[in-house]
């Protein structure tokens, strides 16, 4: 079993930024992908962004140039630094992990990931 520990998120006016932290416990693999979801109010879960076992990492368009995920390894830990952030960004954010043997690039469905963060709140005012 993996445990997903999130911290970070909150509120913020537009042009701003925030950092969602997910710190993974347990059972890890050494071949994973380590990815962030949003949710927001009428609308589908949709990914945000995935980062591999090497550092490799991938975006979707809306976040391409404000969003930036990196990774710990001693400590388990991804991290997402939002910039310059819109009201279109409010939602809650999830953080994802699954066990992996080839590339994360394409794993951007939410059925992609077994194991889930309890999600966190960024909220951004116009």
């Known amino acids: 079993q993996v445990q997903l520990e999130e911290s970070g998120g909150g509120s913020v006016q537009a042009g701003g930024s925030l950092r969602l932290s997910c710190a993974a416990s347990g059972y890890t693999y050494r071949l994973y992908c380590m990815a962030w979801f949003r949710h927001a109010p009428g609308k589908e879960r949709e990914f945000v962004s995935v980062i591999d076992s090497v550092g490799t990492t991938r975006y979707a368009d809306s976040v391409m140039g404000r969003f930036t995920l990196s990774k710990d390894d001693p400590n388990k830990t991804a991290s997402l630094q939002m910039n310059s952030l819109k009201p279109e960004d409010t939602a809650l954010y999830f953080c994802?992990?699954?066990?992996?043997?080839?590339?994360?690039?394409?794993?951007?469905?939410?059925?992609?990931?077994?194991?889930w963060g309890q999600g966190s709140q960024v909220t951004v005012s116009s």
């Open positions: 994802a992990y699954g066990r992996t043997s080839d590339s994360c690039n394409y794993r951007t469905s939410r059925y992609d990931y077994d194991y």
